[in-house]
């Protein structure tokens, strides 16, 4: 695979020409204000050069785009005035699942409070069997973006068909991949079209690998603005719901340019353990943490043992601040 | 949850009058020939009964309709006149991906000359990567069901987005979901309404329970006709591509009525592998298997290590019929 | 490292003289019945050349006495008139632990009956918890000696301490070492200086090549009558109690020239899945089951759910004996 | 199980004597200044009762005296005036293997100075291969115990054979027992009845409950001074040697009394992961870290890839002050 970084404001048809007539297949983009060019077979395209490529990297990862061997700078995802990747930790917090206006409302007030930048929601859920609750879907988005507008956070929920991509482009500001769909290369591509914020989790059997040719999906489509969020991986271990790979996540971010989140509300499994595993992922070097907020997390619709209280949630809004900035970072 | 099996030709309007003035969930279904009511939570429907109730079943487990609680003689997939799940060992082959008509031809004649009785190729392929070959998706749908047709096979290929259904309705005769969509719950509702048969593999991340509850999801949507197909898990092990978990496979024989299939290839992930794989599901107790063949796999545009030659596909399925004998089964 | 198969009956004095010469390290060994010498590291050999030497092999793989690009034949390991890995597929039965001289003669008769080779049982065992029964350690290897004698069984049994070795030099044929000893390197040395037949047990958490490893610390005393066995990994799956990989014991096969074993109790964890995992194991080509057997299960000190009654192992050995027959093969 | 903790300074013979007339087993210890009787099977124990008996404790889980539910004051392992599990963090540091005096003293030197309590270093080594360095053996323990001594340092080593335990209970100040050796019962027996300090890594294979049950078979011995050691455990990511499982780390802290460490060496594999590793550790509530270092890494006869220069080491130091500083601790 070549990657060829175009020269600002040159002319390329002659490159474009070049591969035309030999027998790669190749695809232009613009990513992160740069043209590119991607080209494959090695064979057919090792010996072409032209003056409109200012650097060429023959690329030997099996992914390309979200390899940090073009891109040294880290990338910054903007989401109106959040910016994940920055020198600030963001937070995104709220309810696993939107049960009514009144709880997002509860909550995203809370969180906000305590110092989250973004709120987050399941509207649509994946869940593990057809009997527990399925989340309000559409109305669930509806919810979201009210309280999102009236608090003032923009807003993260995940999307599960590419059936509803119109409803995500019109209501969302960050689009998550969940776990289950990692490796739902439809859904990839349809949220690499949209060109909006992804969150894309890494799913719970996939490698650190693996993660990063999912993200090669969508910015394959044009789509830079991703972020790499570890969730926890299916290991032998039952103590813990799932094991978060802190491990991986460093190794992923020596790999790739993209901000890297740390979900530790699904890995965790219960709420006991979900500060210890904030701290971790801070400390580590994660860009953001996601995390699982309900006024009466009792009384919650789904994955009641996890999500923290609002009380619990400003303690560790606080333990993460003052870890933040010992370690040069802000919260 | 409870599971009402219905008296046949019995009116049960007056049990859906009580459901309905309780504050339970219900769903009505009809599923190999059986009217059946499932109810849910417990509290509100444990003391309801009605005349109209055959059999009601409290269900503990986190699977309903796929368990053998409820449904002990164990369930036959019909696809034209293959049995899935009857004495005779069922076998599907062909390549791992649709590359052209005559490589499909040359294929099928072989594997079904050697006993096989379905024919599989892959026109969406799921691939770990962008730049590995997508598949021809339409046009392979359409090759695989002329040469299906000419050759006399029903055929077998995977779906990967809820908006492909209806080709999949109008050509394929049995709708596989792969691994990577093994939790794509949108995508196993979708299947659930085709009514088709489906292939419903297992994710490489899944337990076996999860993977009773993927085909729950298929149930749900009143059709029955799933096979449940083990291709190997996630673990450490490198020697082999994926662990063909035969332990899950014969322990999910005993939680289920629904057949199950083996898929030796993607788990060998090399020909070495394949042969041996392929006789130890058939030892253990699988009702059928997948098997990908190729006419010149050195030149396979995917998966081109573990594709058997028909050659040695003819050997392989001398062995099998000659172990199914000495099983009591047939092949 | 280089692997040196000395001519037979051929002076090796200078080709010593040359090595000692050399900074390498280096071992005589006698194995198979031919003189070995293995020298490393690369760099200080490879130029090293004598007439003494039949064959000289540079092996880049991280074992190389286990491995079969120096030996092709496969390996047979004699015990007494028993000889594993020859056609006949070898049965080792009995119980878990041994209990009481009754409860292991009552076992010991009835599967010699069905068709057993060599008597198994536990008198030093490795519990997780140390309230757990801890086994009758010396009292139990009398108890197996004298069972073994009065029935005509070679008897094989657990290795866990360095300083037993005497007992195991003076009263045990095949000497079993564990899973959880799988990398107790002290432990593989002293088996290996002993010189008896060595079941070497997969550890939970090791891959093929680390078992192989294992073997070559045995074979690097000079001890090469070493049977590998595969007794299940660490997986996330909990419907088995461990996941017996049927793939990575194929792969062993094609890597080595030792013979091989299957475990299928420890791995079904309940016995209804014990039948269908050792059919499968014997089907991908095992060439000894090792099968837990107790006069009454139920009352078992130890795997009480696992362990077949004589009556069970009875009906497996016909269904091994016939499959064997299909296979080409004998049990 | 039951334990009961008896009064101080009260005769208890009366209760023994119950005991002993019940068919009950039971066994005496003295651990953390308490009398302690253990007593098991149920049954034969639950009616009994004594005015010796402080506190009767039915305990249900697998492990009873590394449980916190007879203790909930953290325990604190002193070493000399190293006190483990204090507010503390106490840092152990230095070369995978002891190779030479000169090579161990500059290290020792060097982490003193930055800050470390303990000096670690491999004498007896467990390797992979038998081809790989072995270490010095007893020869490496002189070693360790002189520079330890000269520079005013504890020293931790590895045991691999119980035939060793004289040297260790004579040169060494707290004895580790490595992953590979984590269900060497014999060996943590052993241990057991030395009574020097023992870290003990968690296996790869091994669950948190076995791997207190693993503590379990040492303070049944009479040796509360256990350290648990997290090491990274078996699963199927490769961008680490290991996968440190932080949240079975912090869920082990929640099941039990004994001070936690954290090796975050062994599972990055590499050393640009060492630093994040053991800062998330520390995060997330170690109370110990274990770290490689060595003079001159690229030339170290084992772990090359992962052991850290002196310089890179006291750059850790200093970021490990200022985030237990953060969390409220001290280092």
């Given at each position: 695979m070549m990657l060829y970084i175009l020269k600002d404001k040159k002319d390329y048809s002659l490159l474009k020409e070049k591969l035309n007539q030999s027998s790669a297949s190749f695809k232009l983009l613009n990513l992160y204000g740069k043209n590119l060019i991607l080209a494959w077979p090695d064979q057919y395209v090792k010996n072409i050069s032209?003056?409109?490529?200012?650097?060429?990297?023959?690329?030997?990862?099996?992914?390309?785009?979200?390899?940090?061997?073009?891109?040294?700078?880290?990338?910054?995802?903007?989401?109106?005035?959040?910016?994940?990747?920055?020198?600030?930790?963001v937070?995104?917090?709220?309810?696993?699942?939107?049960?009514?206006?009144?709880?997002?409302?509860?909550?995203?007030?809370?969180?906000?409070?305590?110092?989250?930048?973004?709120?987050?929601?399941?509207?649509?859920?994946?869940?593990?069997?057809?009997?527990?609750?399925?989340?309000?879907?559409?109305?669930?988005?509806?919810?979201?973006?009210?309280?999102?507008?009236?608090?003032?956070m923009p807003i993260v929920t995940e999307i599960m068909d590419t059936r509803d991509s119109l409803i995500f482009k019109n209501y969302?500001?960050?689009?998550q991949i969940g776990a289950r769909n990692a490796?739902?290369?439809?859904?990839?591509?349809?949220?690499?079209?949209?060109?909006?914020?992804?969150?894309?989790?890494?799913?719970?059997?996939?490698?650190?690998?693996?993660?990063?040719?999912?993200?090669?999906?969508?910015?394959?489509?044009?789509?830079?603005?991703?972020?790499?969020?570890?969730?926890?991986?299916?290991?032998?271990?039952?103590?813990?719901?799932?094991?978060?790979?802190?491990?991986?996540?460093?190794a992923a971010k020596l790999m790739t340019h993209l901000p890297i989140c740390a979900d530790p509300s699904h890995p965790a499994g219960k709420r006991e353990l979900v500060h210890s595993l904030a701290l971790a992922a801070v400390a580590a070097g994660a860009d953001m943490l996601l995390i699982e907020v309900h006024p009466t997390p009792e009384k919650a619709l789904s994955d009641a043992e996890q999500q923290l209280t609002p009380e619990?949630?400003?303690?560790?809004?606080?333990?993460i601040k003052s870890l933040a900035k010992a370690l040069g970072r802000d919260a």
């Open positions: 032209d003056e409109s490529i200012e650097v060429a990297i023959e690329v030997k990862k099996p992914y390309v785009l979200s390899s940090n061997e073009w891109k040294k700078e880290p990338t910054i995802v903007n989401i109106g005035d959040v910016n994940i990747g920055s020198n600030k930790i937070v995104a917090a709220g309810p696993c699942a939107v049960e009514s206006e009144e709880q997002v409302e509860t909550v995203a007030k809370a969180v906000k409070r305590a110092g989250a930048s973004l709120l987050r929601g399941g509207a649509y859920k994946p869940r593990t069997s057809p009997y527990s609750f399925q989340g309000l879907g559409e109305e669930g988005i509806r919810i979201l973006r009210k309280v999102g507008d009236e608090v003032g969302v500001d960050m689009i490796q739902n290369f439809s859904l990839l591509r349809e949220v690499g079209k949209l060109g909006k914020p992804v969150l894309l989790k890494r799913g719970l059997g996939n490698t650190v690998e693996e993660w990063l040719q999912a993200a090669e999906y969508i910015l394959f489509e044009g789509n830079g603005n991703v972020v790499l969020c570890e969730r926890g991986i299916r290991t032998f271990e039952r103590s813990t719901r799932f094991t978060l790979d802190i491990g991986g996540m460093v619990s949630f400003e303690i560790l809004m606080n333990r």
